[in-house]
């Protein structure tokens, strides 16, 4: 059973920064492809930013050059640095997991990120 907790949202002046995490467990396949996701109140999910096992990332043009996806593999953690917020950015963030290539079947329960 895969379970995903992420961590490390938090209140935060535009123009600054958070990390966030979100831990794994439960994943027997390290090959799986990991995301980051938010949605906003009224708004539909947002996916910002994917990396594959081979650590190559993809970013949504909204986040592109201000967000950072990352995995420690041996801790079996996924990160997003969050650098220049904006108010808009203020979301509940998602991570997941596609465990097969099928799409994104486990997700965490969320952090909140408010700018």
């Known amino acids: 059973h895969v379970q995903l907790v992420e961590s490390g949202g938090g209140l935060v002046q535009p123009g600054g920064s958070l990390k966030l995490s979100c831990a794994a467990s439960?994943?027997?396949?390290?090959?799986?492809?990991m995301g980051w996701f938010r949605q906003a109140p009224g708004k539909e999910r947002e996916g910002l930013a994917t990396?594959?096992?081979?650590?190559?990332?993809a970013y949504a043009d909204s986040v592109k050059g201000r967000f950072t996806i990352s995995r420690d593999s041996a801790k079996s953690t996924l990160y997003l640095q969050m650098n220049s917020l904006k108010p808009e950015d203020t979301a509940m963030y998602y991570c997941?997991?596609?465990?097969?290539?099928?799409?994104?079947?486990?997700w965490g329960q969320g952090t909140q990120v408010t700018v």
């Open positions: 990396i594959d096992s081979d650590g190559d990332a």
């Open positions: 997941a997991s596609d465990p097969n290539g099928l799409g994104f079947t486990y």
């Open positions: 439960g994943v027997t396949d390290r090959r799986h492809c």
